[in-house]
């Protein structure tokens, strides 16, 4: 079965720098989207950035020119490269896979990770 585990979260300053990691297993799709979603206390699970299996990027407007989608094929793993860190970047962060193209709502998503926490301190 698929299985994505994140990892790579933790506590830092504002203006600091963070990489997540989600490495992934069991999947053979040939046409797929990986994303990864964030969900802060009290509110709803919100798109960050993703990545189809053509290598294709889309940012949230809140994040783009600070953070960085990468897949590592070869290791199956998909990174996102974090900088300039705010306090509202504050979230659970999470990987999702779907078969086919992408989409920024969480509902299209059938197989997550169990989440990474990050803490952007002011």
């Known amino acids: 079965q698929v299985q994505l585990v994140e990892s790579g979260g933790g506590s830092v300053q504002a203006g600091g720098s963070l990489r997540l990691s989600c490495a992934a297993s069991g999947y053979t799709y040939s046409w797929y989207c990986m994303a990864w979603f964030r969900q802060a206390p009290g509110k709803g699970r919100e798109v960050v950035a993703v990545?189809?299996?053509?290598?294709?990027?889309n940012y949230a407007d809140s994040v783009k020119g600070r953070f960085t989608v990468s897949p590592d094929n070869a290791k199956n793993t998909l990174y996102l490269q974090m900088n300039s860190l705010k306090a509202e970047d504050t979230a659970m962060y999470y990987c999702?896979?779907?078969?086919?193209?992408?989409?920024?709502?969480?509902?299209?998503?059938?197989?997550w990770g169990q989440g990474t926490q990050v803490t952007v301190s002011s």
């Open positions: 990545i189809d299996s053509g290598g294709t990027t």
């Open positions: 999702a896979l779907r078969r086919g193209r992408c989409f920024y709502s969480e509902y299209e998503y059938i197989y």
